[in-house]
């Protein structure tokens, strides 16, 4: 008689991937259609989140040899969802923080372009024509007195 195959449970390694500790460092990328899904990105991003999550948990429940124990062993990897909410509230505010900066720097870059450009240039170009214009007076002075004295 053969043997029932275990499945692989959905969740394995799910909760060392979310403790806080241990977390890896690696990024997948996951295409879903935008049909049906919300305009602005936090709603769409959650969407997604709870999608997965879904399906994983219909994927615990679809594998008998885990159906005793499902709840149990999905409220677990809920804990460790909601012990990595703060820490990734935090890490969002500190990433928005940086953000405000760069902003409030882009913008102070911005007038300082402004100030350069629209005062500053105006006001040299204007000291250089006065210069120049101090330079041929005495020149000019120069060579008038130039003129009048003999070798």
Known sequence: MREARQLPWPFDGFEEELAF????????????????????EPSRRLVVYLGLFDLLVEQLLAAPASRGDAAGRVRAVLEHVQAADGPLRFALHEQRGGTEDRELLIRMRGKE???TRDWMIPKLLDEID???ARAGALRAALSRSGEGATP
């Open 113 to 115: 372009i402004a100030v």
């Open 21 to 40: 500790d241990t977390v890896s460092d690696r990024t997948v990328s996951v295409s879903v259609p935008e049909a049906g899904l919300p305009p602005d």
């Open 130 to 132: 006065r210069y120049r």
